[in-house]
């Protein structure tokens, strides 16, 4: 039996299409079944419905034998023990640096200036800022990263999107893409 392991969500919407071409239906939608183990309509084949950053934890530990996974699940992870065989062309999206009206964290970070940036992605905001030489102080949120500026810390937001973050409503503009892939 192989285990595939994945996420609900965008990249499982993505992946789905690519999996029935090869003939691999889920014998359940994810969406509505309340099972974290779905059997597909190919006996030798099961989905493993976890958590998007659980992926890489669940084939490194041998829980499932393969996974689908963005490559910033992977550098958060850190990628020990993991191969990435192919990139799937599926779930693109943009790093993107905000910070309310008036902050202007490019200018700030051409002038050498330290930044404050709350982000979920620890690892790839590292990377970010250390390839273009500027000292970061990085605090680790989970959610809601457009709230924390609004009550005075930090000064800006580093996350992944696959459109713009939350501006109008929140006073945010978002600072022009910064890459497209952590490991590009």
Not at 50 to 68: C, E, H, K, M, N
Not at 117 to 140: M, S
């Amino acid at each position: 039996m192989i285990t595939l392991a994945l996420s609900k969500g965008r990249l499982f919407e993505e992946a789905l299409p690519m999996l029935n071409k090869m003939g691999i239906e889920p014998l359940e939608s994810p969406e509505t079944s309340r099972r974290l183990i779905l059997q597909t309509n190919r006996p030798d084949l099961r989905l493993l419905i976890v958590r998007a950053s659980d992926v890489p934890t669940y084939v490194q530990f041998g829980a499932a034998d393969l996974g689908i996974a963005g490559s910033d699940v992977l550098v958060e992870h850190g990628g020990n023990g993991l191969y990435q065989p192919v990139d799937l062309g599926i779930g693109r999206c943009r790093m993107c640096l905000a910070a309310p009206v008036g902050v202007n964290v490019e200018e700030k970070m051409r002038r050498g200036s330290r930044v404050r940036v709350a982000t979920k992605y620890i690892e790839t905001a590292r990377l970010f800022f250390e390839a273009r030489g500027v000292q970061a102080d990085l605090i680790k949120l989970y959610g809601s990263m457009e709230l924390a500026p609004l009550v005075g810390w930090p000064r800006s937001s580093l996350t992944w999107s696959p459109r713009a973050p939350p501006s109008k409503q929140t006073g945010w503009l978002r600072s022009k893409p910064s890459q497209r892939s952590p490991l590009d």
